[in-house]
């Protein structure tokens, strides 16, 4: 439920990894990305998420699933 924190704490991981064979930057994103889907701020979210597919590109999992959730955070958009 401290989802603010959560956020903080995942942005730093992105800014302060090193450069590992893990994609631990890119995780961190994701799970801010999801911090703020669950505060109710999908258009943060949507900016995490797009910030992955222009660093991993389309050719890698993680772009193609971070284009994925912005895709269905858009049609969620068009709902409302």
Same mark, same amino acid.
């Given at each position: 439920g #401290?989802?603010s924190?959560?956020?903080?704490?995942?942005?730093? =991981?992105?800014?302060?990894?090193? &450069?590992?064979? #893990? &994609?631990?930057?890119?995780?961190?994103?994701?799970?801010?990305?999801?911090?703020y889907?669950?505060t109710?701020n999908n258009?943060?979210a #949507?900016?995490?998420? +797009? +910030?992955?597919? +222009?660093r991993?590109?389309?050719?890698?999992t993680f772009?193609?699933?971070?284009?994925?959730? =912005?895709d269905?955070?858009?049609?969620?958009?068009?709902?409302?």
């Amino acid at each position: 439920g #401290m989802y603010s924190n959560a956020i903080l704490e995942y942005l730093k =991981v992105r800014y302060d990894n090193r &450069p590992t064979k #893990m &994609p631990w930057a890119t995780t961190a994103l994701y799970n801010a990305a999801k911090c703020y889907e669950k505060t109710g701020n999908n258009e943060k979210a #949507m900016n995490l998420y +797009q +910030q992955i597919v +222009q660093r991993e590109g389309m050719g890698n999992t993680f772009g193609r699933k971070a284009k994925e959730e =912005v895709d269905r955070l858009r049609s969620l958009d068009k709902t409302n």
